[in-house]
């Protein structure tokens, strides 16, 4: 026999499922993502799945990694074009430390940092 009283319906219990539910959906909405679709040569598609297969990423993560790379890329080209044409003035660069880069030795030996 069921317990009635626990499908009892109040106004209290209306509103804290309200509220479990809306911040499930606040939760959720912060990771949701759009499905996009394009075409692309068979070559691009072979690659991409051969890669998504040797390191075990997903063909989306990876695609998504190299859109964020692509707009990255984009960004710092566009900035360096504005510095190009609005370059750093003698008045600013005079804010910043006077220290300089140190200079190498003539004997230093760097191949035990960038050895392969």
């Known amino acids: 026999m069921l317990n009635h009283s626990l499908f009892k319906i109040s106004r209290r ?11 499930h959906c606040i ?7 759009s499905t996009m679709s394009f075409r692309a040569e068979d070559d691009l598609v072979k690659a991409l799945e ?14 998504v990694r190299a859109a964020k790379e692509m707009l990255y890329r984009l960004a ?4 360096a074009a504005i510095y190009d044409e609005l370059p750093i003035t003698a008045d ?25």
């Open 13 to 23: 219990n209306i509103r804290v499922h309200q509220f479990v539910y809306n911040v």
């Open 27 to 33: 939760m959720y909405a912060h990771c949701m993502t």
């Open 50 to 63: 051969s890669e998504a297969a040797r390191t075990g990423v997903t063909k989306s993560d990876l695609l």
């Open 76 to 79: 710092c080209e566009r900035d």
């Open 92 to 116: 600013e660069q005079a804010t910043w430390p006077q220290t300089q880069w140190p200079t190498d030795s003539p004997g230093t030996d760097w191949s035990e940092i960038f050895a392969s």
